[in-house]
């Protein structure tokens, strides 16, 4: 099969799905059934066994992580954003992840990197590594060409980790756990950094702050980002009923030594 192994989005006229393209296998959904074997072209359109047709493409990166089966809670699409923008990343940034959990925003932070970065992802956790590791590897292959990448992976509970063991100094630190503060009890940063970090709660705010404020951390600001959808449809052009309330706070400082 000409497209054997590939990673895409099969969208119906109500519905996305993602699917891995096996030879002779078949996806199965409310507006009737799709053989693999039709698929001759990407993107391509192809008709359903009751006769709908269904778009089959390679994912956004947006698209994949939504659909994609993940284990911990994954930061969304639109505070991924707001992150790389407070933690200033470029592509040659030497970046330290701590939480690296599904990996979702570990591998829009390696399609930023590429090869010219570098990243460190933490995680006390190593099944969680495994499957995100599994994760990236498995958008990327979307991809015609090899996709470079620095990704060290680091198997520790933050109260053990040494900042002063990472052969050299990162540009920014970025955080998903439930306490980031406890870094500052068993490390001290004397060079400029940035730090970013995702909060879902209000009371791990005021004690980060305060902890960034302690180790002279300057520039903190505190946001939220709401995301709210329209409906462009003939004459409805309005917001639509439902919106995510909250996901989480992000937190970002500088030290600037
Ligand atoms: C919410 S998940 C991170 C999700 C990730 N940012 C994403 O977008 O997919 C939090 C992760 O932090 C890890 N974690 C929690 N406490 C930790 C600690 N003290 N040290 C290291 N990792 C920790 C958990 O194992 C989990 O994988």
Same mark, same amino acid.
């Given at each position: 099969m000409k497209f054997e192994n590939s990673l895409v989005v099969i969208k119906s006229n109500n519905q996305k799905y993602l699917a891995v393209l096996k030879e002779g296998g078949e996806f199965v959904t409310d507006n009737g059934k799709i053989e693999y !074997?039709?698929?001759? !072209?990407? /993107?391509s359109i192809i008709k359903s066994s009751t006769g709908d047709d269904f778009k089959i493409y390679s994912p956004s990166y947006k698209e994949f992580v939504l659909l994609m089966k993940r284990g911990p809670q994954i930061i969304y699409p639109k505070d991924v954003g707001q992150i790389i923008i407070e933690g200033n990343i470029v592509n040659d940034s030497k970046v330290l992840e701590m939480g690296t959990g599904s990996g979702a925003l570990t591998l829009y932070l390696i399609l930023i990197l590429g090869d010219k970065g570098k990243l460190i992802s933490l995680d006390v956790d190593d099944k969680n590594q495994y499957r995100a590791k599994k994760t990236i590897e498995r958008y990327l292959s979307t991809f015609n060409n090899e996709f470079k990448y620095n990704l060290k992976l680091i198997n520790s509970d933050l109260v053990n980790f040494k900042y002063s063991d990472i052969d050299e100094k990162v540009d920014v630190i970025i955080t998903d756990l /439930?306490? /980031?503060?406890? $870094? $500052?009890d068993f490390n001290k940063i004397e060079h400029e950094i940035t730090w970013v970090s995702y909060l879902p709660s209000i009371t791990q705010v005021e004690k980060l702050t305060r902890r960034l404020h302690d180790n002279y951390f300057e520039n903190i600001e505190v946001k939220e980002i709401l995301e709210r959808s329209w409906i462009v449809k003939d004459k409805i052009i309005r917001p639509m009923n439902e919106m995510v309330g909250h996901t989480g706070f992000i937190v970002s400082g500088r030290l600037i030594s």
């Open positions: !074997n039709q698929i001759t !072209n990407l /993107p /439930p306490e /980031p503060w406890k $870094f $500052f």
